[in-house]
């Protein structure tokens, strides 16, 4: 049984965790880029989805909910929007039971303990302590664990709690 979660942005992650929480797969998120552009490579994160769904039983695909920010552009908004629809049309296409997430709401309950000032920090500390043999590394090359990855654990580790 697995427990996914998703991090949709650009710079997002995918992981997923068996029902004792072991990590079993964690990635970037997809991209592609279109002259000097970036999107979602929908094809690679469908295959992606297929191939964790016929390794093991999907319990739960946690995805982070995504909304307009105060001062943020027009054409930023809808690239959020884009990429956000493109990820839920996949999971619906595929079948996969899903929920969306506020960060707050996962914040919430993963960091208890930690003082709430760099989310992303806070994410990659314990997404480091739950997985110290993970690198959350978005190439060999990386010399930072990525963000995006550390966020998509810390959604399938709620996730799991939500829907166990």
Same mark, same amino acid.
């Given at each position: $049984?697995?427990?996914?979660? +998703?991090?949709?942005?650009? #710079?997002?992650? =995918? ?13 970037? &998120?997809? @991209? ?32 982070? @909910? ?10 930023? &908004?809808?690239? +959020?929007?884009?990429?956000?629809? =493109?990820? +839920?049309?996949?999971? #619906? #296409? ?14 919430? +309950? &993963? ?14 500390? =314990? ?15 990386? @010399?930072? $664990?990525?963000?995006? &990855?550390?966020?998509?654990? $810390?959604?399938?580790?709620? #996730? ?5």
């Amino acid at each position: $049984m697995l427990y996914i979660g +998703i991090d949709p942005g650009l #710079a997002g992650g =995918i992981c997923a965790i068996d029902e004792t929480g072991e990590l079993k797969f964690i990635t970037t &998120m997809p @991209t592609l880029s279109i002259g000097t552009k970036k999107e979602i490579d929908v094809p690679a994160f469908v295959l992606t989805l297929r191939s964790l769904q016929t390794k093991d039983k999907i319990r739960i695909v946690g995805i982070e @909910t995504q909304h307009a920010m105060p001062k943020q552009g027009v054409s930023s &908004m809808f690239k +959020i929007g884009k990429g956000y629809g =493109i990820i +839920i049309g996949a999971l #619906a #296409a595929l079948e996969l039971p899903y929920t969306e997430i506020r960060a707050n709401d996962w914040q919430k +309950i &993963m960091f208890v303990g930690h003082p709430k000032s760099n989310t992303k920090d806070i994410s990659k500390k =314990i997404a480091k302590q739950l997985y110290p043999k993970c690198e959350f590394k978005a190439s060999l090359r990386c @010399t930072t $664990m990525h963000d995006g &990855m550390t966020d998509a654990c $810390m959604i399938a580790n709620f #996730a799991k709690l939500k829907h166990q």
